[in-house]
Structure formats: structure tokens, C-alpha cells
């Protein structure tokens, strides 16, 4: 039971270029999120899936775009990538709790 | 939409000596209160949390309060150990934690 994975565990990218961020679970919940953690401000929901075939935005989701690709799987992209979006990525699944992955660590140059 | 306040943003304490962290929030309506502990490089970690119709959890060395009316919780370590030192986050949610709101985080240092 590997819980939540992500990969890329770390990426670089220049200005303008595109990436996908993975995520899958394997305890077959329902709700997966996408979170973005930056110094001082804690860890802020841009997008979320409530259930296979649904997403929504959260509170930072300008720049971004999900799919829930199945229930196991919620992939995040960036289309043009900006310095802004220089973070550490983390996704989660939940029943009643949230479960967190690894992280990925993304540098815009 | 809900807004969590958690102070304080570092907080250095003696091994052995107790830590407490609190937050504050603002949607009476919230109901569930979870605390995550996150280690240097790791994704964040649910330790212990509580839902509003308890005022008190405890696990061990760790515990939890809820005061609703005044709408404030607040994480406490006793006999604080080096590797409780993390970055601690509160967070508040309603309907069993499917949305949460999370607090800014402390950083806490526990010296040998």
C-alpha cells in the first residue's frame, strides 16, 4: 500500500514551457487535491476532484488545469509556466482525512 | 470563505518541556480540526485531530483542544523530544475534512 505517489520529485523549467505533475492513490478514495506550499503561507488548494469525473477550483487555481484521469489519478499541468509557480506541489486523497504525497519541487527560471 | 490564523510561527522549547501551538478561525459552521506535522522534504503527516462535538483528544504525548465558542484550538506536545521538531500545521474543514483550510504553520525546535 504505497498510499499517495507523485512524480516528478523535483523539475526544472524555463518561462513558457509546459509540464503535467502526477499523482495517484491506491486506498480507493473518492476526493483528490492539488496544494501549493510557499514560505510563510502554508499550503493553499488550487484545484480538487470530489469524485471521479468532477474538478473545481480551489483558492489559487489561475495558471493551472487538472484531470481526474480515473479514480486513482489527478494529474495537474502547467501550460506556460511563470516564475510565480515556483513551489512545492503536493497532492492528497481523503476519505475523512487527508492524506498527503511526497511532493514535487518545481523551479521556474 | 474560512480564515485560520496560527500563532506562533516559531517556537523553540528544552527537551523534556511542554509546546503549545494555537490557531484561531473564523467559520462557526466549521466542524472538524485536524493537526499535521511535516519533516524536512516530506509531504505533510495527520497526527491527531478532533471534531466539534469532542472539547478534548489525547494520544500519548499529544493533545488537542476545542474551544467552538470562542472558535479556537490548540495542539499540545508534552515531554517534547528532538524529533518532534517539524513545521506543525493546523487546519479546518467541514463535512469530515473534505475541504480544509490550512494555518500558516509553526516551526518547532525542540533542543537536547
Known amino acids: 500500500n504505497a498510499g499517495v505517489t507523485q512524480t516528478p520529485k523535483f523539475q526544472v523549467l524555463k518561462t513558457g514551457q509546459s509540464m503535467t505533475l502526477q499523482c495517484a492513490q491506491d486506498m480507493n478514495h473518492n476526493s483528490m487535491y492539488w496544494y501549493r506550499q510557499d514560505p510563510g503561507m502554508g499550503l493553499r488548494l488550487i484545484y480538487y476532484s470530489a469524485s471521479e469525473g468532477t474538478t473545481d477550483k480551489g483558492e489559487v487555481p489561475n495558471g493551472y488545469n487538472v484531470s481526474r484521469l480515473n479514480k486513482r489519478e489527478f494529474s495537474l499541468r502547467l501550460e506556460s509556466a511563470a516564475p510565480s509557480q515556483t513551489s512545492v506541489y503536493f497532492c492528497a486523497s481523503s476519505d475523512e482525512t487527508q492524506y498527503f504525497g511526497p511532493g514535487t519541487r518545481l523551479l521556474v527560471l | ?112
Not at chain 2, 485560520?4 to 466542524?31: F, M, R, W
Not at chain 2, 474551544?67 to 506536545?77: G, P
Open chain 2, 1 to 112: 470563505g474560512e480564515n485560520v490564523e496560527q500563532h506562533p510561527s516559531t517556537l523553540s522549547v528544552q527537551e523534556g518541556d511542554s509546546a503549545v501551538i494555537k490557531c484561531t478561525y473564523s467559520d462557526s459552521a466549521s466542524n472538524y480540526f485536524p493537526w499535521y506535522k511535516q519533516e524536512l522534504g516530506k509531504g505533510p503527516q495527520l497526527i491527531i485531530d478532533i471534531r466539534s462535538n469532542v472539547g478534548e483528544k489525547k494520544d500519548q504525548r499529544i493533545a488537542v483542544t476545542l474551544n467552538k465558542t470562542a472558535k479556537h484550538f490548540s495542539l499540545h506536545i508534552t515531554e517534547t523530544q528532538p524529533e518532534d521538531s517539524a513545521v506543525y500545521f493546523c487546519a479546518v474543514g467541514n463535512n469530515a475534512g473534505n475541504m480544509l483550510t490550512f494555518g500558516g504553520g509553526t516551526r518547532l525546535m525542540v533542543k537536547p
